[in-house]
């Protein structure tokens, strides 16, 4: 590759002689030339000489790998076109980077000291997320808000005393679904999860829920998490190219300033309820929020109001979109894999019965969690882990040196689609967790949704119970099937990586009742006519024109609620082969 990077810069050396610039502006134009095929490119090359390392990575400024829907994707491809899997350097304008899509490397930069820090993008900044735990440098205030919501918030006792308050979430979710097919025939389930996720980061944290998203505060709340996700997740240019800050080209700064003044009434407004609600006598127990906490520490503990805003903001962001957006995934596949949905169903059945699923169940639903995983290593929300990490102090990461100031980041979705690592990892096959016992927390970097380290997800207890416990409730309520546009697994990487078009399905026991009934019709021999009766449970007698003598009788919801759809049809069809028609009736 060097070599071929050498031969461009000769080459123009060559054309520049010929055109017989003036020596100055020659020299002009070699010096920029050399800097952009610098490997690693321009800010490699404008890096203390020390700093500039063997490591591959192509030249000039890899904008496109940003600017487009799946940088993760991209930044692969460059990985492996030159051979730099292990650790790869690129510049994104004056910003310099390196990216590892190896379990090895990426182990050594999540875990080290020198990488604990986070990069501050402008829209992070000015939305004050510094001042919050996921960007906060490392040091004492970073290590006491993370040492405050590890105890209040993201304590395991604290997540099983949520449980109820996410199964009331989880069955308003499944009433939302029964509405949408009532109302539509169909149901576009983003803005459903999405909302019963906010309403339980919401509850978790504020100790409030909506109804609806429809009016009023929920409505602004909307607002302001739609917006803040817009910000954070847009490709801003003067993040690289500092020169640009001023100009504010896309109008981040002024869209951030205006969101901070609406955040920090909405949340301010909260507080001060709380803080009301404390006055008043009403003291804090057990089950306060998150609010009550902050509002209680003393001393050195205690924090400023404008930062238990960014504190409080914060995790309404980080907790939302990265939930629902896994569920949709995990759905997606549902929908799109019959049998792992029905397997599932199965055990949960035959586990749970006809009780509704509980936190408690769910350790006795292996099958269930070998789905999330499987959609976490499928579908990672953070396929770059979200957001990166910062070189505080020269580092090595394997065998190169990493400048101070470098922005590292992993590929977690290239490690989980990695040959090497994971047999046909572009089948969607929970199995393999059977197979091999791979856990997502953390320990193991071949699948490490979460992160890792020092900053590895506080969050991800708490995520888990909720994905597991709604994918349960969802599927215990409905079988799930394709509205008529199918199911477009196509991915956009915005703050997280969601599904280009929202996913929408058809929900219910019913809509596996009509396929059935339109698939007998289908089946059955022209002479033959269906009379459905609903008295010992669903039956279809199936009887000959001829007679009514001896109808065949199929009990249809029994066979509904123990298989497959395409189970119950070859069971139907092996029952009593004089009634099928070998070739489906045409109508
Ligand atoms: C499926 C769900 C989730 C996924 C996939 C996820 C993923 C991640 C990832 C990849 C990171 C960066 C880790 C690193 O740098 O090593 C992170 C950090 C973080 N997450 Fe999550 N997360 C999830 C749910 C949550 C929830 C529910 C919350 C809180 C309500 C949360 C709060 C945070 C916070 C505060 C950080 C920053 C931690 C720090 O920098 O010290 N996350 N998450």
């Excluded at 930062?307 to 596949?333: K, P, Q, S």
Aim: with cysteine; proline share 5%; hydrophobic share 45%.
């Amino acid at each position: 590759m060097t070599t071929s990077l050498e031969m461009d810069a000769a080459s123009l050396f060559l054309f520049l002689h010929r055109a017989a610039l003036s020596p100055i502006i020659g020299f002009a134009l070699i010096a920029f030339a050399v800097l952009f095929f610098f490997p690693g490119g321009l800010s490699w090359a404008l890096s203390k000489p020390h700093g500039r390392s063997s490591i591959p990575g192509p030249p000039g400024v890899a904008v496109s790998a940003f600017s487009g829907p799946s940088a993760h994707r991209e930044l692969l491809t460059l990985s492996r076109s030159f051979k730099a899997t292990d650790l790869m350097a690129f510049s994104v304008g004056f910003t310099r980077f390196v990216v590892s899509s190896h379990p090895n490397t990426a182990k050594e930069i999540l875990y080290s000291s020198a990488f604990a820090d986070r990069p501050v993008k402008e829209s992070a900044y000015e939305l004050l997320f510094h001042r919050a735990m996921g960007f906060a440098p490392f040091g004492d205030y970073w290590r006491n808000l993370r040492r405050i919501s590890s105890a209040y918030l993201f304590s395991p006792r604290r997540i099983a005393s949520l449980g109820e308050q996410r199964r009331a979430i989880g069955n308003k979710m499944v009433s939302d679904v029964r509405a949408l097919m009532k109302n539509h025939g169909e149901a576009e389930m983003r803005r459903v999860l999405h909302f019963a996720s906010l309403n339980n980061v919401m509850m978790s944290v504020f100790g409030k829920s909506y109804d609806d998203l429809g009016d009023g505060e929920a409505s602004e709340l909307e607002w302001l998490v739609k917006e803040g996700y817009a910000l954070l997740g847009a490709f801003n240019w003067s993040d690289h190219f500092p020169f640009l800050r001023w100009l504010d080209l896309q109008g981040v700064r002024r869209r951030c300033r205006r969101l901070v003044k609406r955040v920090n009434v909405f949340v301010g407004r909260l507080i001060e309820q709380h803080r009301d609600k404390k006055t008043n006598g009403k003291e804090m127990d057990d089950a306060g929020d998150f609010v009550d906490v902050l509002l209680g520490l003393e001393a050195e503990e205690k924090l400023a109001d404008a930062d238990m805003v960014a504190v409080l903001w914060e995790m309404i962001f980080r907790g939302t979109d990265t939930v629902a957006i896994l569920l949709e995934w995990a759905l997606a596949r549902m929908v799109l894999h019959p049998d792992i949905q029905s397997k599932a169903r199965q055990e949960i059945d035959s586990v749970v019965g006809s009780r509704p699923v509980s936190d408690a169940d769910v350790g006795s639903l292996p099958y269930l969690q070998f789905i999330i995983k499987e959609s976490l290593r499928m579908h990672p929300p953070g396929p770059l882990l979200s957001w990166a990490r910062l070189a505080t102090r020269d580092v090595h990461v394997g065998s190169h040196l990493v400048p101070a100031g470098t922005t590292a980041m992993v590929n977690m979705w290239a490690i989980a689609h990695d040959e090497s690592l994971w047999p046909d990892p572009h089948e969607f096959r929970p199995e393999r967790f059977a197979e091999e016992d791979v856990s997502v927390l953390g320990s193991d970097l071949r699948l490490a949704p979460f992160g890792a380290g020092r900053r590895v997800c506080p969050g991800k207890a708490m995520g888990l119970a909720s994905a597991h416990l709604w994918l349960a409730l969802l599927l215990q309520n409905f079988d799930f099937f394709p509205a008529p546009r199918g199911v477009d697994l196509s991915e956009c990487l915005k703050m997280s990586l969601e599904m280009q078009k929202p996913l929408t399905c058809m929900a219910g026991l019913w809509v596996r009742l009509m396929l059935m009934l339109a698939a007998l019709s289908m089946l059955a021999k022209p002479s033959y006519r269906m009379l459905i009766s609903a008295g010992n449970g669903l039956m279809v007698k199936l009887i000959t024109s001829a007679s009514d003598d001896s109808p065949l009788e199929i009990p249809v919801g029994g066979l509904m609620s123990q298989y497959s759809f395409s189970e119950s049809l070859s069971s139907l069809k092996g029952g009593c082969s004089d009634v099928w028609n070998g070739n489906p009736k045409q109508h």
